[in-house]
């Protein structure tokens, strides 16, 4: 079982980047999928998640209206679309995978897998 996250990099402020978080060994939709982010010195924190087969969608309140996640279960892959982003926004971001229910979705204790995380860095 792996998870390949990628998409990291330098954006300026207001910019985007799409990460994806790619499986293998496992078909992604059996499993809630999160991202995570930690910023040097910070604790790692949730930032969005979806649950399996259904596929509810989660949010922190520091990314809503600006960051979406999504699947694509034929690449079995998970995407998180990162726009309007912010200086803040700038963290190693891990995506992981487990049995979450949605209201757990960004508790990091709830996932068994992990990725090795991307590096965003948004600066001017």
């Known amino acids: 079982v792996q998870l390949q996250a990628s998409g990291g990099g330098l954006v300026q402020p207001g910019g985007s980047l799409r990460l994806s978080c790619a499986a293998s060994?496992?078909?992604?939709?059996?499993?809630?999928i999160g991202w995570f982010r930690q910023a040097p010195g910070k604790e790692r924190e949730g930032v969005s998640g979806i649950t399996s087969n259904d596929g509810n969608t989660y949010y922190a309140d520091s990314v809503k209206g600006r960051f979406t996640i999504s699947r694509d279960n034929a690449k079995n892959t998970v995407y998180l679309q990162m726009n309007s982003l912010k200086p803040e926004d700038t963290a190693v971001y891990y995506c992981?995978?487990?049995?979450?229910?949605?209201?757990?979705?960004?508790?990091?204790?709830?996932?068994?897998?992990w990725g090795q995380g991307t590096l965003v860095t948004v600066s001017s």
């Open positions: 060994g496992f078909t992604l939709d059996d499993y809630a």
């Open positions: 992981a995978a487990g049995s979450s229910s949605y209201w757990k979705l960004l508790a990091p204790r709830e996932y068994d897998y």
